[in-house]
């Protein structure tokens, strides 16, 4: 979405960026009626040579021109995600082999460039809203949560590359089988593999992810922050949650699966790793039996609370007479919730 507008921009593997606009008619406050007549694709944008641009990032007016361009280097990856800073004079971008870079938009330049604990795709990104009584040093931070790795989210300062907090979801599979050490404060253990010397082929550009792409990992695909801090998250295993920033413990479900045998009475454990607060999502009865994710599938389909019934993939907020949350998954479910 264009902040402040009813157009909506949408990018498509094919290297072509569409603009659309929402037509509607709002009619006044208190009992809002509002009206959709329509959705115009006004403007298309094609980005020549798609295949050629992986790991660039355009900037491009409204008019058909672009106003500047940023490359990152191959062995980086493509740029999976992006998320912009309120001032919008920064932004931090992901890509799929984990490397986050905060730019500065003023200058046109990388400010700062980390690589994520263990080398995975970067999923989704989101600011970190503050409270609005916090001081005017915190509130300019580039503070960003970032979904990455299984199952966890984190939290970045991404002026230097720290973390601050993860956030843990309880995974399918039994206790014992979930690592102490959460993803984003794992010590990478990939080794740089040799070059194959019999091939000319460029090892930045790692031609075997071609045969062989890395398998994609379950966990969190959507977020939305909240003002104050807090975060709205959805993913693989069809919830969506909130969790509570500065009270871990009232972190809580909001809709998902209702699995046989497996209650919904989770609680969430705040501990230290590394000098980092670390949120687990902990299930009060140990699972007696391994779940796998064809379960969880089987248990939506026939789940009469009209949860998913695949990978909720978007988040979003709308303020009408009153607040609502909107989600849309794999499933091609779009849901409205209160």
Not at 59 to 77: C, D, F, K, M, Y
Not at 184 to 211: C, F, G, T
Request: aromatic share 8%.
């Amino acid at each position: 979405m264009l902040r402040g507008s009813a157009q909506v921009v949408v990018g498509a593997c094919d290297g072509m960026i569409h603009m659309f606009s929402v037509d509607y008619i709002s009619r006044g406050l208190g009992n809002v009626v509002e009206k959709y007549s329509g959705v115009a694709d006004i403007k298309k944008k094609d980005i020549k040579e798609a295949p050629k641009i992986v790991g660039s990032i355009f900037g491009i007016q409204e008019v058909n021109t672009n106003s500047w361009t940023l490359r990152a280097t191959p062995e980086e990856g493509y740029v999976s995600s992006l998320v912009t800073g309120p001032c919008e004079n920064w932004f931090v971008s992901g890509s799929s082999r984990g490397v986050l870079t905060l730019w500065d938009m003023r200058f046109l330049i990388p400010v700062n460039s980390w690589q994520y604990s263990a080398v995975c795709p970067i999923e989704k990104m989101c600011l970190f809203l503050p409270p609005p009584n916090a001081s005017a040093s915190a509130a300019a931070r580039p503070l960003v949560y970032v979904a990455a790795g299984c199952n966890e989210v984190s939290l970045w300062n991404a002026e230097n590359g720290s973390c601050h907090q993860v956030l843990r979801v309880a995974s399918y599979e039994s206790d014992a089988e979930t690592s102490e050490v959460p993803w984003a404060l794992a010590r990478s253990s990939s080794k740089n593999s040799k070059p194959d010397l019999r091939r000319n082929v460029n090892p930045h550009y790692r031609v075997d992810e071609l045969n062989e792409p890395p398998p994609r990992l379950p966990g969190i695909r959507s977020l939305l922050p909240l003002p104050g801090g807090d975060l709205l998250t959805g993913g693989t295993d069809l919830k969506i949650r909130r969790w509570d920033h500065y009270s871990p413990d009232r972190s809580y479900s909001i809709c998902g699966p209702n699995l046989k045998g497996v209650g919904n009475d989770d609680f969430y454990a705040t501990r230290s790793s590394f000098g980092v607060q670390v949120v687990q999502e902990t299930k009060r009865r140990p699972l007696t039996s391994k779940l796998t994710a064809k379960a969880v599938l089987a248990a939506a389909a026939t789940d009469s609370a009209g949860c998913h019934r695949d990978s909720i993939l978007s988040l979003a907020s709308v303020k009408l007479n009153q607040r609502h949350l909107i989600s849309s998954g794999r499933d091609g479910a779009i849901k409205v919730w209160k």
